[in-house]
């Protein structure tokens, strides 16, 4: 994962959230967070995912120049990712989850904010998409607020759009 450093930041009721380049050490945290039921009804792969098949996902995440995988932490304490993809030259792809006990909090608006100031940092020039189901009304509102527009549809999916320069 190249350039990844921590960043903190206080906004939207969360003041001590900080994120910070995932490990091999957040292995069974990423994997509980994966399996949530609420997060895989949200995900593109909504199967239950193994073990052994997120462990070398994971490594291969984690030695990938186009993935960037961050934690975010409040307070210390892990409650959610962020993960950004490279899709072409100028091009990426965030996605976040929460823990459960984080939910409704307004972490996510925050998160995702972090995450496009993260990458501004990196990318100053990177136009960032969200993927969201059509039916997932929350993460859309999250995305809506955090400054990305309508961009389009794929596959069941509305296409959310924001520059990195614009966090």
């Not at 189901?133 to 995305?143: L, T, V, Y």
């Not at 809506?144 to 924001?162: D, H, I, K, M, Y």
């Amino acid at each position: 994962m190249a350039g990844a450093a921590a960043m903190d930041r206080s906004q939207d009721g969360a003041p001590n959230l900080r994120l910070r380049p995932a490990t091999e050490a957040d292995a069974s945290l990423l994997l509980a967070w994966r399996n949530d039921p609420d997060v895989r009804v949200a995900s593109r792969n909504t199967a239950e995912v193994e073990p052994g098949e997120h462990e070398a996902w994971l490594r291969e995440a984690l030695g990938s120049p186009d993935r960037h995988l961050l934690i975010c932490e409040d307070d210390g304490r892990p409650v959610g990712q962020v993960r950004i993809d490279r899709l072409g030259e100028r091009r990426h792809e965030i996605s976040i989850s929460l823990d459960r006990t984080a939910r409704g909090r307004g972490i996510s608006v925050a998160l995702i904010r972090l995450g496009l100031e993260w990458l501004g940092g990196v990318e100053p020039e990177a136009v960032v998409e969200a993927h969201v189901r059509e039916e997932n009304s929350r993460s859309m509102a999250a995305f809506r607020r955090a400054g990305f527009a309508p961009a389009g549809e794929e596959a069941g999916f509305q296409v959310l759009q924001a520059s990195a320069h614009g966090a």
